[in-house]
Every structure is written in structure tokens, then in C-alpha cells.
């Protein structure tokens, strides 16, 4: 098997501090050399050959998907940097502050050779504590970028009020509830915290728990206090919808378990019908007659789904899945999850 | 014989005498290796700062073109002299290709293309692109260069100082371009595991698809008869002969059905002959249409496989170069086998 070389994505809006965590990655001592993918070398304060210069070149792909588009740029470079075998350990892509994250993330799944050869590891969006949420009024991409996200790093905590910053926290949690998030001020994180995160890993989806819808007795005070928000569950419900002008996200949960001919139709569906407006997707599901846990996630259209080993024995076998885009009907969701489920 | 190079191997090629073979690597070496002293082993120089990304033979027998990530074009005699031919500065030369007998080099990084004339001193002629360049291929008669990019391949004269150039519009990102031998037919490899063709004559295009995997590599046979490709569990070969491949079911040979994918194509500059490598490192020699297969290179069951990368072979015809991902090389004698 050939080694897989991890991937982390770098996003944020203009000013947030992707230049900040950029020069922090590469000067620091953490034991791991990374090339570097950058869309300008403008600040980068290293002068590496591991540092390249991207193109930022989406390209679609002849698939007959529409909304499956790749980052030809990456396809080439990435495609340069591993025939230096052992000259590094990992690789961080740098997208501009106006990029959409789809086609960067789906250049790992879409392409043979980056799908042999790297693994996405997690899509970071550094967000400015200051200024996001008027980012999130006056441009699209802001919401891509923090529903996109695995991990947030919620940057300049120190020029917000503790109420300013719970208010932001709360946003960011309603638009993306798998995510997690991290306070800093100038990025000043344990990289350990940001990098191997193994997100986009189906055997590790499971070990997300905690921010994965999961655990709602602690994340339900989250919700309800924002004027958008549409929120009718508590502890007991099956269902938890978010929605704003900016974006869209459907948590389903049930005790029952799923018919697997059934939920695999039904996916199927939902993914070719709305896969354009669908950012990502993950879940963790209870398929009937299965002993492991089915773990699913998708981007956009393109998915994938594994059995990833067994229920924990204290764990109750509860069926999660959250679905973050745009004008997503929640209702139909609701419905037809409901429809897999076993009577 | 068999050496472990230790890098990926890039590109190789064989002098025009047939004495020697040359390759590029992606740890910036190039590597040197006298047929008639092989036991001696490869000579290693070090040629770029980071790592070799394209390799082609100079216009000057003997020499060859390295285009590296640290953005120098650099021409290296067999002898491990370098000339800086272009420095882009931070910026890849991702492609090179060149014709010795007209004496047109041309060069690749991003969405620029360079073309230098025989003449020493000119500065290159600078060809700007919409998107990046995929590939770069000369024709046969040395007159024209087709360059591959997102939506379409353009086709430039080379002694032309600017002009437009003519267009072929498919959409798609286009990555390796070709040459029929005579000169009628382009095609390329797209992304998504599919080759598309032009024929220069009538403007017909058309479209080959059906592979499993992405193709890697494409050489048409000595006489143009047909168009042998990876990307599939056997090597597949398009006919071209009566009217081209439109049509047309493509014949095959080699490989293990389900098998690792034909990763690197290579006609024999003689005969009527294929070799091709394989994802697991294997090596075999055949023709369309024959099941008879030689195999030349068969990895030890212990080792840790690694694609074939690329395939060279002697202007005579006798010897045969594969080198893999992994860095291994291997040389094989044909009057020794037979």
C-alpha cells in the first residue's frame, strides 16, 4: 500500500490570520516538514523550495456531475511535490479569502492519482472573532467557508467582549455543527490541535463524537437564543435544523435502526437531487442486522460510507447524520430518514 | 541488471549512438549510465535544488533538458556539465519537449510556454495561456507544437515569432498531447480517464473511453498503424490505419484481468512492438492481437511494489530502460534473451 501523504486545508477570509498560522507552521519546531501551497507568497516570511505558488484553476469534470469541480492546479503541483519522496511529511493548501473550499476538498475524491497517493486530513477555516459576522452578511463565501470546516480556529478573541464572543460561537456552531472550534488570539494553537485530524478518515468519524450533533444535554443551550434559528429539539428530539440567510444544517438522530436497502436508496437520492446545495454531510448510522457502526460522509455529491468497527458496548446504537448547505428542506430530510427506519 | 536509484524516477532517454542512458529524478539528480561499462553503475549528478519535474534529450546529441521546481531549465552533458538554458525563478518548469533535427526546445511553467530556435542568444519566444499547460508535444516534421490545456489543445508554428495559434475546443482538462507519426492525428489524455483525438486533414474529432483508470502514458507505433495506452488492466491499442479509430473496437494485450493498471507505454523504435509497465512494477513486451507477452521485468513477491514510470529504449532497439516510482531501474538486453 502506498504511503498517503495528509492534506490540510487552510481557509479563511481575507485578514483573519492565515499568514499568522502559515509562518507559525512552517518556523515552528514540531517535528514535521510540510510544503506548503500558497496562493501568494506575498508575506510567507520562509523561503523554501517547499513553499509553491498556486493558480487557484478549478476545473469541471466530464462526469455528468455538475457541482464536480477539482483544482487542476493542485492535481499538477501536489503531483510534483511527491515525486520528492521523504523531503516532507505533509502538505498545507493555502485557498484566497473568496475561494468556495468544494472544489479544493473535492480534488482529494475526485482524482486517482491524489486519492492514491494523499488523504484530506481537515479543512481549517481561521475566522477574525471581530469581523466575521459582518463577513457573513456581505459575502457568500464566509458561510462556505466555516460550513465547510472541520475545525474552526476562532482567531482575535482578545478584540471581542465575552458576550460578543459567545454570540460569534453560537453562529459558528448553528452553521456548522460538526466543527470544532478552537479560541486564539494571533493563532497561537498547539499544531497538534489543527493538524492529523483525520477528519475526512471514516474510521475516525466516530471519535468525533463529542462535537458531532452528539451530545445535545451540553449544545442545547446553544441554540434558540438566535432569532434565525428555527430550533424545535431538546434532549429527546430526532431532529435539529438551523437556518439563516447564509446557510443551512439539518441534524437527524433516531433509536431505531435503519433498513439498509432503504437508507442506501434514499441517500442516493438526496445526494444526485440536491447534492449541488449539499456542502457536507457525515454520519454515523445503525444499519439493521449489523453489529458495526456505518459511518458515511459526503461532499457535495461525491460520498463515500464504511462499516468502521463496533458499537462501544455503553453506547446507545443511536443513528446520527447532519447535512450543512444551502435552503436544504428540512422536512423532506426529516421524512425521508424517517422512511429508513425500521418499524 | 537492476539498480536501486532511490528517487522517482522523472524521465529517461537513450543518446543517439545507443551508448548510453540518461535519467532525471525527483531528488534533482540526474543519473548516467554507459552501456558499454555497465557494471560500473549509474553516474549521479546533481543537477536541481529540489526535484526534476520533465526531461527531454537536447537538441545537441548527448545532451539532455532537466526542468526543475526550483525553476531552471538546465541542459547536462553526459558528463555531468550544466548549462542554465531558462530561470524562472520561483516558478516550475513542469514540461520540455524538442526536436533535434530542426532544433526547436520548448518549455513549460503554469500558463506560460517558451520556444527557443536553434540560434543561441535569442530570447524565447513567450506563448501566454488561459489555464495551465497540460502538455507539449513537437510534430514529427518539427514545424508545429500542440500545447494541452483546460478546454482545448492550440497548435503553434514554430518558426512563427506570434500568430494565432489553431485551436482544437474539447471540453476538459487536457493533460498529455501526441503526434501520429504522420503528423494527421493529435490526441491527448483527459482527467477523467478518457483520451481525445483530432484529425488534422477533415477537423473529425473523437473520443476513446471506457478506461478504468487514468491514463498515464501513450505512444503511437513505429508506423503509426496504431495508438498503444495505459490506464487499463491490459495495454489497448487503437487502430489507425484505414480511416483512424472512429468506430472501431480497440485490440489489446498483456495483463491480468482486474490486475494493476498499464501505467507507462513505449513503442519499440523498430519493430512492431510495445513494451509496457505496469502499476506493480511489472515489465512486458508484446503486440496487439498476439497473446504471445515477453515479460522482462517480474518484481520479487517480497518487494514493496512500485509504478513503472517511465520506459526508454535504445535508438537500435536492443536495450530497454524501466524506471519506477520507488527508484528502481532496470536494464534489459534483448540479444542476451533471444
Known amino acids: 500500500m502506498t504511503e498517503q501523504i495528509p492534506v490540510t486545508v487552510l481557509t479563511g477570509y481575507l485578514g483573519a490570520g492565515k499568514t499568522t498560522l502559515l509562518n507559525r507552521v512552517l518556523s515552528e519546531n514540531h517535528g514535521k516538514k510540510f510544503a506548503v501551497i500558497v496562493n501568494e507568497f506575498g508575506e510567507i516570511g520562509i523561503d523554501s523550495d517547499l513553499v509553491v505558488g498556486a493558480d487557484e484553476e478549478v476545473f469541471e469534470m466530464n462526469n455528468g456531475c455538475i457541482c464536480c469541480t477539482v483544482r487542476g492546479d493542485l492535481i499538477r503541483i501536489i503531483g510534483g511535490l511527491l515525486k520528492r519522496k521523504g523531503k516532507f511529511d505533509a502538505i498545507l493548501v493555502e485557498t484566497t479569502g473568496l475561494a468556495d473550499p468544494a472544489p479544493v476538498a473535492q480534488t482529494f475524491f475526485a482524482d486517482e492519482d491524489m486519492k492514491r497517493r494523499t488523504k484530506l486530513d481537515s479543512v481549517l477555516t481561521v475566522v477574525d472573532a471581530k469581523h466575521v459576522l459582518q463577513r457573513l452578511e456581505d459575502s457568500p463565501e464566509a458561510a462556505d467557508q466555516i460550513a465547510f470546516a472541520d475545525v474552526l480556529l476562532l482567531n482575535k478573541v482578545d478584540a471581542v467582549t465575552p458576550d460578543e464572543l459567545a454570540a460569534v460561537e453560537r453562529k459558528l456552531r448553528a452553521i456548522n455543527p460538526f466543527a470544532k472550534i478552537h479560541r486564539t488570539e494571533r493563532c497561537a494553537i498547539s499544531l497538534d490541535k489543527i493538524l492529523d485530524q483525520g477528519s475526512f478518515d471514516l474510521n475516525r468519524i466516530v471519535a468525533l463524537k463529542p462535537e458531532f450533533l452528539g451530545d445535545n444535554h451540553h449544545h442545547g443551550h446553544d441554540h434558540g437564543h438566535d432569532h434565525h434559528n428555527h430550533d424545535h429539539h431538546h434532549d429527546h428530539g430526532e431532529m435539529k435544523h438551523y437556518h439563516d440567510e447564509n446557510m443551512d444544517s439539518v441534524s437527524l438522530s433516531t433509536a431505531k435502526p435503519l433498513d439498509p436497502g432503504k437508507f442506501n436508496t434514499w441517500i442516493n437520492d438526496v445526494l444526485m437531487s440536491k447534492g449541488p446545495t449539499i456542502l457536507r454531510a457525515k454520519g454515523i448510522l445503525n444499519l439493521a442486522d449489523a453489529d458495526a457502526r456505518y459511518v458515511f460522509q459526503a461532499v457535495h455529491m461525491m460520498s463515500e460510507g464504511a462499516f468502521a468497527g463496533p458499537w462501544p458496548a455503553k453506547d446507545k446504537r443511536n443513528s446520527r447524520l447532519v447535512f450543512i448547505g444551502r435552503e436544504l428542506d428540512a422536512e423532506a430530510l426529516k421524512l425521508g430518514f424517517a422512511s429508513c427506519q425500521m418499524a | ?338
Open chain 2, 1 to 338: 541488471m537492476s539498480w536501486a536509484l532511490d528517487a522517482y524516477v522523472v524521465g529517461a532517454a537513450a543518446t543517439p549512438d545507443s551508448r548510453y542512458f540518461v535519467c532525471s529524478l525527483g531528488d534533482g539528480t540526474v543519473c548516467v549510465l554507459d552501456l558499454t561499462d555497465a557494471a560500473a553503475g549509474f553516474k549521479t549528478y546533481d543537477i536541481h535544488k529540489g526535484g526534476s519535474l520533465c526531461f527531454a534529450p537536447d537538441i545537441e546529441a548527448g545532451a539532455h533538458l532537466t526542468g526543475g521546481d526550483d525553476g531552471k531549465l538546465i541542459k547536462v552533458a553526459l558528463d555531468g556539465a550544466t548549462e542554465i538554458v531558462a530561470d524562472l525563478g520561483r516558478k516550475w518548469i513542469e514540461h520540455v519537449t524538442t526536436h533535434p533535427e530542426t532544433g526547436f526546445r520548448a518549455y513549460a511553467s503554469g500558463k506560460e510556454a517558451f520556444v527557443l530556435g536553434k540560434k543561441k542568444g535569442d530570447d524565447p519566444r513567450i506563448i501566454k495561456l488561459e489555464t495551465s499547460v497540460g502538455g507539449l508535444a513537437i510534430n514529427p516534421k518539427g514545424k508545429r507544437l500542440a500545447i494541452s490545456q483546460y478546454n482545448n489543445v492550440n497548435l503553434y508554428w514554430l518558426a512563427a515569432k506570434e500568430g494565432l495559434p489553431q485551436a482544437l475546443p474539447w471540453k476538459g482538462s487536457h493533460l498529455h498531447v501526441t503526434w501520429s507519426p504522420d503528423g494527421d492525428y493529435v490526441v491527448t489524455t483527459m482527467q477523467e480517464n478518457a483520451l481525445h483525438g483530432w484529425r488534422l486533414s477533415d477537423g473529425q474529432h473523437f473520443r476513446m473511453e471506457g478506461y478504468a483508470a487514468k491514463i498515464r502514458s501513450l505512444s503511437f507505433a513505429k508506423r503509426g498503424q496504431y495508438l498503444a495506452t495505459g490506464g487499463a488492466d491490459t495495454v489497448i491499442c487503437w487502430p489507425f490505419t484505414g480511416g483512424g479509430p472512429m468506430g472501431k473496437a480497440p485490440s489489446e494485450f498483456g495483463g491480468i484481468l482486474n490486475g494493476p493498471p498499464v501505467t507507462a507505454v513505449l513503442a519499440h523504435p523498430k519493430l512492431d512492438a510495445i513494451a509496457a509497465g505496469f502499476e506493480d512494477g511489472k515489465v512486458i513486451v508484446g503486440q496487439p492481437g498476439s497473446t504471445r507477452v515477453m515479460p522482462i521485468v517480474t518484481p520479487a513477491k517480497d518487494q514493496e511494489p512500485s509504478a513503472v514510470s517511465v520506459l526508454a529504449w535504445t535508438p537500435d532497439g536492443d536495450r530497454l530502460l524501466a524506471g519506477t516510482e520507488a527508484g528502481d531501474v532496470h536494464v534489459v538486453d534483448f540479444r542476451s534473451l533471444s
